[in-house]
């Protein structure tokens, strides 16, 4: 079992920044993928950023050159450094365990948060 706890959500201006983090608990966490995926209203869940155990990041289009994923195994956790922040940015920020490298959809996650709040103003 594994439990995933959010942080560093809030309300922030457009063009702002915010540096969501996700601890680990439980199993093994250095040699899980790592993964951010954001739900808006009324939108299904979207994949952000991904990394692997050995430390290769991925991302989804829109976000690249704005976020940064990373990870701090001794800490057991996963960090979103999110720049340049859009309105359309706006969500609920979810971190999960990965079966599989380089996942990008809901199924190959299989533990989550509970998620943090992050809203952007324009």
């Known amino acids: 079992q594994v439990q995933l706890v959010e942080s560093g959500g809030g309300l922030v201006q457009a063009g702002g920044s915010l540096r969501l983090s996700c601890v680990a608990s439980?199993?093994?966490?250095?040699?899980?993928?790592m993964g951010w995926f954001r739900q808006a209203p009324g939108k299904e869940r979207e994949f952000v950023a991904g990394?692997?155990?050995?430390?290769?990041?991925y991302y989804e289009d829109s976000v690249k050159g704005r976020f940064t994923i990373s990870r701090d195994s001794a800490k057991n956790t996963v960090y979103l450094q999110m720049n340049s922040l859009k309105p359309e940015d706006t969500a609920v920020y979810y971190c999960?365990?990965?079966?599989?490298?380089?996942?990008?959809?809901?199924?190959?996650?299989?533990?989550w948060g509970q998620g943090t709040q992050v809203t952007v103003s324009s």
């Open positions: 999960a365990t990965s079966r599989a490298p380089w996942a990008r959809t809901t199924n190959e996650y299989n533990y």
């Open positions: 439980g199993r093994t966490f250095s040699s899980r993928g």
């Open positions: 990394i692997n155990w050995n430390y290769g990041t």
